[in-house]
């Protein structure tokens, strides 16, 4: 594809990922980039972001290996590898079978009284409880169809925000770019990798990854946060996934988000489920949590609370809206930003349709958990050059401004949606706690540390919440 001067180009994305992070230009000379737009149904640059997304996070952890004092290597990554890996939940398969569904029976797009259109997110249960008891109806998609008519779409919005639950009404970016919220993300850059406290600067440990010795705290549920953690660990670091057994998740995630992790229990609301997290954090490298913006103060896990209780940690907040403005606190989920931001109504009107129609893939979140990658292992080096804790933050609303900001593709939504027999060449195998795994693999490529993950997928709660002496073998 010969891009048009508004398009972004993929090298285009990662050179200015790679100074938004002040890396040296000289490394991009070893980034090569193949394929082209669209790989996937969209008028927007999904196969652009998944590929400079994973090849930044990529080019970070190849500079981590060449301070080990490996040679330089080339960093390759093709679009469709990249945006077969943005879709992993969907072609994931168990013993041959797919996980269970992902969605909620009443999650979804409706419309509410006065026309206009309202997306619920409904996988959590106290979300759905919420939602129905809110509009006082039946656990029935006809039932929550005729109880909104009753409801304009803002007020039913803000109703739900008030409760703490999930929904969002549709705008388009001109509707978003004039609300507030919009405007306050509008002023915020990509990601932040920002120095909140000072440590002695601190050599990576022996190992033969990039990321080897590293040690990952993975406080996060659903994609954006695991996927994080599965890019880390996927360069060789140590990540512990660490839930309480009495917080919800989606079952279906569970098996391709924990690929190459660890997975323990904590509560968080016991005494001593806080001291078994202080003990961790204060042995680990990076604390990675999803929590919306202040929600882990309450406990003593802020960021300048961990990295006085461990100098040099890389503590990484990702968020759905974004640490400022009105909406900094509001609970979110990729769906629901793509609905708030303009995302679903530009794709609809490309369509041609009347309503919303999503991405082809959780974009925000994918491309919010490889950014957040790159910005640990940005800030790892700057740890191991310079000292310091730092922060890493980023939300999905910025990283859909990021989405919008590279263009449209004209024609893009004619691209036939690829199927999991199109994409076999890009499966591996390997036995889990689930069964036999069959999921799509990395897609960067780098010939002398090959992303890729050692420990099998395991289900929560299976490994005891303290570090292993050594890191597995890699057979």
């Not at 990658?373 to 939300?395: C, D, K, P, T």
Request: hydrophobic residues 40%.
């Amino acid at each position: 594809m010969a891009y048009p001067p508004d398009i972004e180009t993929p090298l285009g994305a990662v050179t200015k990922l790679w100074a938004l992070a002040g890396g040296d230009s000289a490394a991009l000379r070893a980034v090569a980039l193949t394929g082209s737009e669209p790989v996937l149904p969209s008028s927007f640059c999904v196969g652009t972001a998944a590929q400079a997304s994973i090849a930044a996070a990529a080019l970070a952890s190849a500079e981590l290996w060449k301070l080990r004092g490996g040679d330089t290597q080339c960093i390759s990554c093709d679009m469709r590898a990249a945006a077969g890996e943005f879709r992993s939940e969907r072609y994931i398969r168990i013993d041959g079978e797919p996980p269970p569904p992902l969605w909620d029976k009443i999650a979804g797009v409706y419309r509410a009284g006065d026309g206009r259109w309202l997306r619920l997110h409904t996988n959590f249960a106290h979300h759905r409880d919420g939602v129905l008891d809110l509009l006082g109806c039946d656990y029935d998609q006809e039932a929550v169809r005729a109880a909104l008519e009753s409801w304009k779409a803002r007020d039913f919005e803000d109703a739900a925000a008030e409760r703490g639950l999930v929904v969002a009404m549709m705008r388009s970016f001109e509707e978003w770019d004039a609300h507030p919220q919009g405007r306050a993300v509008a002023e915020l850059p990509l990601l932040e990798i920002v120095r909140i406290g000072d440590a002695e600067p601190q050599p990576l440990p022996a190992g033969e990854r990039p990321l080897s010795g590293i040690r990952v705290l993975d406080l996060t549920r659903v994609i954006a946060g695991p996927v994080c953690g599965r890019t880390l660990a996927a360069h060789g670091a140590d990540v512990m996934r660490v839930t309480s057994p009495k917080l919800p998740h989606v079952p279906g995630l569970i098996p391709d988000m924990g690929r190459g992790k660890l997975s323990a229990f904590v509560d968080l609301r016991t005494t001593e489920g806080c001291a078994i997290l202080r003990e961790l954090a204060g042995t680990s490298d990076v604390f990675a949590q999803g929590y919306r913006p202040g929600g882990l103060t309450d406990f003593g896990f802020s960021p300048r609370d961990v990295a006085a209780m461990r100098p040099g940690i890389v503590y990484v907040s990702l968020s759905a809206y974004g640490h400022e403005g009105p909406w900094s606190v509001r609970r979110g989920f990729d769906s629901l930003v793509q609905v708030a931001t303009g995302i679903t109504h530009g794709e609809g009107e490309a369509a041609g349709a009347e309503g919303p129609k999503a991405l082809p893939c959780q974009a925000l979140d994918h491309a919010t958990g490889h950014l957040m990658a790159f910005g640990v292992m940005v800030a790892l080096h700057r740890r191991a050059r310079e000292g310091g804790s730092w922060l890493v933050r980023g939300s999905l609303a910025q990283t859909g401004h990021w989405l919008r900001s590279m263009g449209r593709v004209e024609g893009g939504q004619a691209r036939a949606d690829p199927e999991l027999e199109e994409l076999r060449d890009l499966v591996e195998q390997a036995p889990s706690g689930f069964g036999e795994l069959a999921a799509i693999r990395h897609a960067a490529q780098m010939p002398a540390t090959p992303p890729r993950w050692v420990r099998p997928s395991v289900p929560l709660g299976t490994n005891p919440p303290v570090w292993p002496l050594s890191s597995p073998v890699d057979l």
